[in-house]
């Protein structure tokens, strides 16, 4: 669970850094990506660890982009803007925990499937020396 967790973290990080960079407004795209990204990258093999690394990178990054642009209007005294009724403010509440899920499901199943690492095998002993 501590892996999931640190995944969560780490995908909601790569979050912040594919939607600062990208210079139109993606929606749930970059958190999708980064829970695939970081479930694979993690190899969390079980259902419920990568679930809980997408929920965590989904949550957090939309809490704190919203957080950090309300702050920023406050700050540089600007009126809020006012809320445009469009379908994407009806269908975001409904499309975000959805694309959660299969982003969890994807990562899983990309990281099931991905080559494990070659155990390494231990140093052997150098052959005994001759007698003198």
Request: charged share 10%; no cysteine; proline share 11%.
């Amino acid at each position: 669970m501590d892996r999931s967790i640190q995944a969560g973290v780490s995908g909601f990080l790569l979050a912040i850094i594919i939607n600062l960079f990208s210079p139109v407004n993606l929606y749930f795209i970059p958190s999708f990506l980064a829970a695939i990204i970081i479930i694979y990258i993690y190899r969390l093999g079980a259902v419920k660890d990568g679930l809980v690394a997408s929920f965590m990178t989904y949550i957090f990054n939309d809490g704190i982009l919203t957080t950090i642009s309300l702050a920023a209007l406050y700050l540089m005294k600007e009126p809020f803007p006012t809320i445009n009724i469009d379908i994407w403010l009806v269908l975001s509440p409904i499309v975000t925990p959805i694309s959660a899920l299969i982003a969890g499901y994807i990562g899983v199943r990309l990281a099931q499937r991905a080559p494990k690492p070659a155990r390494e095998l231990p140093p052997s002993l150098p052959p005994p020396l001759p007698p003198v």
